[in-house]
């Protein structure tokens, strides 16, 4: 796999969190994983975090990914701590030359950011480049028809996901369907990452449009659909 990767995909920084909820403004952080995979699909670093987030963890929160508020409580560092951690090592995987991908980026960076602002800790800027195996596969394969969960799209790639809605199992898998995407489009993807941050911003914006005219044409004549991105406006 790796001699046919794009520069850009041989080695990814990998992001995801699991929360206590949806909301992005108001959500928290209960666990999350920063890993680095190789060309291979290989785990070459790995850092996770379990966090007390400081209120209490809805039952349907705990139901999706396991973790209550008891367990939170006992087992998690402080989330103030725990952010400021999460921040410093997603700068220095930007630092040291690798893109960060994350399913769903304007969800995880959003919440992150809001965590951010609730403790204090500064916010990385410029925010890229970031790599969205949603923004992508939606844009290279947009007539599939069926969802487009982070499951059923490793599925259709091939990518194996152990236990989904892990932080860790998810990150990792992610990173695995950025590079199998890399690999499948190789023709019609930017082959720098900074490049492809940029389009997949006019992607993403494009995505949005298409879906709140859908949403507006056969549901709510209201609805609207952030196309901003990798971080909700």
């Given amino acids: 796999m790796g001699n046919a990767l794009p520069l850009w995909a041989e080695t990814v920084a990998v992001f995801d969190t699991e929360t206590t909820g949806v909301d992005v403004l108001q959500s928290r952080v209960v666990s999350s994983t920063i890993a680095l995979v190789g060309p291979s699909g290989e785990v070459r670093e790995r850092y996770d975090w379990l966090l007390d987030p400081g209120v209490e963890i809805p039952a349907a929160a705990a139901a999706v990914h396991g973790i209550t508020t008891e367990v939170a409580r006992a087992s998690g560092v402080q ?3 725990g952010i400021s951690q999460l921040v410093a090592q997603l700068s220095s995987m930007l630092e040291r030359g690798f893109p960060l991908v994350a399913y769903n980026a304007p969800y995880d960076f959003s919440l992150l950011r809001a965590e951010a602002e609730r403790y204090s800790v500064g916010w990385i800027e410029p925010l890229e480049p970031i790599i969205d195996p949603l923004v992508i596969d939606r844009h290279c394969d947009r007539y599939r028809k ?5 499951e059923v799209v490793a599925q259709h790639y091939g990518v ?10 998810d ?3 992610a990173g695995r369907v950025a590079q199998a995407l890399a690999l499948r489009y190789a023709h019609v993807l930017p082959a720098d990452a900074m490049e492809l941050h940029r389009v ?3 992607w993403a914006a494009t995505q949005a449009a298409s879906f709140q005219e859908y949403m507006r044409r056969v549901k709510n004549s209201d609805f609207v659909a952030d196309g901003s991105w990798p971080i909700r406006s």
Wanted: zero cysteines; proline letters at 4%.
């Fill in 79 to 81: 989330a103030s701590v």
């Fill in 146 to 150: 069926g969802k487009r969960t982070l």
């Fill in 160 to 169: 194996p996901l152990g236990q989904a809605h892990d932080a860790g199992e």
């Fill in 171 to 173: 990150a990792i898998a």
């Fill in 200 to 202: 997949q911003q006019s």
